[in-house]
């Protein structure tokens, strides 16, 4: 082979090498791009996704106020003998884009001055007493009954029998 052979050989493989190492950078870069791209849409979708609204809402029942951002209920009851009962029903709407739970069923609980007395119990439409287990899919409502009785073998001062309970039941719902 002569000089000018080897010349244009060499030209030739510069060529070949130059024209593969700019195909391969050119995609190294669209595929860092893309994945780049692709991270970020991601990172971004799963924040924007997100979305936190739950609240009362269609109340039925007697002396029940909802507060300004539907998130408590204040009712008020007489009591004047140990078979009463006191029940009302709610809707619990989930406006959000995540599920919700019951995030700690011994925070269903009444407050106020004769709360002591009394047991909570909830139910949805079916009768099933509702759990931590219990799940609000996003986008959805819940009708609930809301059931107040005396504790059994609670022992109440006689004074408190003639006494209005005015109690807040405020809503135990957390990210499922």
Known sequence: MNKWQLKKRNKAFSSKLTITLVVLLLLMGVGFAYLSSSLRMDFKGSILGKGWNVYFDNIEGDNVTLSDDKKTL????????????YEFKTDIKNDGRIDA???N???IALEGELAQYFDVT???????ELSEESVLSANST???N???T???GIEIKEEDLTK??????PIPYAEA
Do not use: P, R
């Open 146 to 148: 809301l059931k107040i």
């Open 105 to 107: 069923m011994e925070d």
């Open 122 to 128: 909830l139910t949805d439409e079916e009768g099933n």
């Open 101 to 103: 739970k019951i995030d």
């Open 164 to 169: 209005e309970a005015t109690v807040s039941f």
């Open 74 to 85: 204040d009712f008020e009851f007489t009591i004047s003998s140990l078979d009463d009962v």
């Open 142 to 144: 819940q009708t609930i």
């Open 150 to 152: 005396f504790k059994e």
